[in-house]
């Protein structure tokens, strides 16, 4: 299907860019890489006349280390992300998540910020990011919160980010000391397909190598009855965590 006509809006600031989407109330868009955005608007679900591209806001692309917190810029492409040492070293689980999205064209468009506010079930990252227990930084005309990753997905396509609300960066805490993680991806046919379920796992061992705390994190709703928590020698294990569902603890 042909894209219907619409105006592009390129702000260069968080300020601007809020500004811009209190004043169209609604009717436009927020396009980050447009992996996902462009097709549905091919399909037709959603048709918006104004997209505001965050390409051009100087900031949202960085990765640095704050305090000893990852924050990365929302418009970080997911690429960048599997590439950038510092995540590769200290946030593996994170790094390797990422990289099990899609195929390198895609990862090389497709934005952190992009892959978390279109909220699908199969996102990759988001149990990663649910297991290290992220938080997210959202803007809006008015200043800026910051939501904990746990409380960001509020349903099926649905997220905390308002209309005219802006997510400008996720941050995550260190993995804990003596922390091992993974994330396991099952794709119905080829390794690039979206997953049909991801796990993502992170155990962490005391000092006398018992289990001291378990996370797991999925992308299957149906999942958070399913499990929980684990752990023969746990001391403290936290069952299942999904999106928009507090883990429980065993
Ligand atoms: C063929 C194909 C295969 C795919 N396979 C996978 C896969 O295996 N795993 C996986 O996890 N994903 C997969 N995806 C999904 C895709 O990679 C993600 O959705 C992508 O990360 C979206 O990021 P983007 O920057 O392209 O977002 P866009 O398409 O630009 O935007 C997506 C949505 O988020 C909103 N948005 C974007 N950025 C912001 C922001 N900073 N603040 C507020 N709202 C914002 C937009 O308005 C839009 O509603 C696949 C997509 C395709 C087309």
Same mark, same amino acid.
């Given at each position: 299907?042909?894209l219907?006509?619409?105006? @592009?809006?390129?702000?260069?600031t968080?300020?601007?860019?809020?500004?811009?989407?209190?004043?169209? %109330?609604?009717?436009?868009?927020?396009?980050?890489?447009?992996t996902? @955005?462009?097709?549905?608007?091919?399909?037709?679900? /959603?048709?918006?006349? $104004?997209? *505001?591209s @965050? #390409?051009?806001?100087?900031?949202?692309?960085?990765? $640095?280390v704050?305090?000893?917190?990852?924050?990365?810029?929302?418009?970080?492409t @997911?690429?960048a992300?599997?590439r950038?040492?510092?995540?590769?070293?200290?946030?593996?689980?994170?790094?390797?998540?990422? &990289?099990r /999205?899609?195929?390198?064209?895609?990862? &090389?468009? +497709?934005?952190l910020?992009?892959?978390?506010c279109?909220?699908?079930?199969?996102?990759?990252? +988001?149990?990663?990011l649910?297991?290290?227990?992220?938080?997210?930084? /959202?803007?809006?005309s *008015?200043?800026?919160?910051?939501?904990?990753?746990?409380?960001?997905? =509020?349903?099926?396509?649905?997220?905390?980010?308002?209309?005219?609300?802006?997510?400008?960066?996720?941050r995550?805490?260190?993995m804990?000391?003596? !922390?091992? +993680?993974?994330?396991?991806?099952?794709?119905?046919? &080829?390794?690039?397909?979206?997953?049909?379920i991801?796990?993502?796992a992170?155990?962490?061992? %005391?000092?006398? $190598?018992? /289990?001291? %705390?378990?996370?797991?994190?999925? =992308?299957?709703p149906?999942?958070?009855?399913r499990?929980?928590?684990?752990g023969? %020698? !746990?001391?403290r294990?936290?069952?299942s965590?999904?999106r928009? #569902?507090?883990? #429980?603890?065993?």
């Open positions: 299907m042909r219907r006509p619409f105006a @592009l809006v390129e702000p260069e968080v300020p601007e860019a809020v500004e811009i989407l209190a004043r169209l %109330d609604g009717e436009a868009r927020v396009i980050a890489g447009g996902a @955005l462009v097709p549905t608007m091919r399909l037709g679900l /959603v048709a918006p006349d $104004r997209l *505001v @965050l #390409h051009r806001i100087a900031g949202l692309s960085e990765v $640095r704050d305090k000893g917190m990852l924050e990365i810029g929302a418009m970080t @997911l690429a992300l599997v950038h040492a510092i995540v590769r070293e200290g946030w593996p689980l994170l790094a390797h998540a990422a &990289s /999205v899609a195929t390198p064209p895609i990862r &090389s468009s +497709a934005t910020g992009g892959n978390l279109y909220a699908e079930a199969a996102s990759d990252p +988001a149990p990663a649910l297991c290290l227990e992220a938080q997210v930084r /959202v803007a809006d *008015v200043g800026e919160r910051v939501v904990p990753i746990g409380e960001f997905f =509020t349903g099926f396509y649905e997220t905390a980010v308002a209309a005219g609300e802006i997510l400008t960066a996720v995550v805490p260190p804990p000391e003596g !922390a091992r +993680a993974g994330y396991v991806k099952f794709c119905p046919r &080829s390794a690039e397909d979206k997953p049909l991801g796990v993502a992170l155990v962490t061992l %005391d000092g006398a $190598r018992r /289990v001291s %705390d378990i996370r797991l994190a999925d =992308t299957d149906r999942a958070a009855r499990s929980g928590a684990a023969r %020698d !746990a001391d294990c936290r069952g965590r999904r928009g #569902h507090r883990g #429980h603890r065993g």
